[in-house]
């Protein structure tokens, strides 16, 4: 079981800076993958960025070359920081974590943040 506990959301003017914090804790056998989503009011949870096994990094088309993920494997965080920011980077930004563990066989799982709100005002 992985709990996910987010920070470092909040506000800021456009063009500024934020940088997310999701801390992990519980156990695991393995991480699939690491990402951070969004959800901005009416649309759909949409992916920002994520990592892989690689590790290998994928960002959404809107946030390439200002948004930039990362992670510390021993401090098990996933961090995203975010430049040049945009009033439609406003959403409830969420961490997630997909991972393997034991139980009565082995299976993937995924754990969800509580989500962190970033407001970006023009």
């Known amino acids: 079981q992985v709990q996910l506990v987010e920070s470092g959301g909040g506000s800021v003017q456009a063009g500024g800076s934020l940088r997310l914090s999701c801390a992990a804790s519980?156990?695991?056998?393995?991480?699939?993958?690491m990402g951070w989503y969004r959800r901005a009011p009416g649309n759909q949870r949409e992916l920002v960025a994520s990592i892989t096994k690689g590790p290998s990094t994928n960002y959404g088309d809107s946030v390439k070359g200002r948004f930039t993920i990362s992670r510390d494997i021993a401090k098990n965080t996933l961090d995203l920081q975010m430049n040049s920011l945009k009033p439609e980077d406003t959403a409830v930004y969420y961490c997630?974590?997909?991972?393997?563990?034991?139980?009565?066989?082995?299976?993937?799982?995924?754990?969800w943040g509580q989500g962190t709100q970033v407001t970006v005002s023009s």
């Open positions: 997630n974590w997909n991972y393997r563990r034991y139980g009565p066989a082995i299976r993937d799982f995924d754990s």
């Open positions: 519980g156990s695991f056998l393995s991480i699939n993958s």
